[in-house]
């Protein structure tokens, strides 16, 4: 497939790591959140040193996070308003 003929995709995962000790009564797992620091390596196409990039992907430390309980609704895609992430009264 050229350039002229080749389809683009714009797609995005989400990278989980073994949940912080804090938030294990929630779920097991929790998306890896990459330090500024970490960008310019990550979005890197050349680096192809494997161990590098799994050293990335650290669960993100549990003093630096807040966390609250949100509304139901935040469990359906279908919405998209601010009151997803607002606490729950």
Not at 21 to 45: E, N, S
Request: glycine share 2%; net charge negative; charged share 25%.
């Amino acid at each position: 497939m050229n350039s002229r003929t080749a389809k683009r995709y714009n797609t995005c995962s989400i990278v989980t790591a073994a949940a912080p000790q804090r938030m294990k009564g929630l779920h097991d797992r929790a998306p890896v959140i990459l330090p500024t620091t970490a960008l310019d390596v990550w979005l890197d196409r050349t680096v192809s040193d494997y161990d590098q990039l799994m050293h990335l992907l650290e669960p993100y430390p549990e003093d630096d996070m807040e966390w609250y309980e949100v509304n139901p609704m935040v469990g359906n895609v279908r919405n998209d308003v601010p009151e997803c992430v607002l606490p729950l009264a």
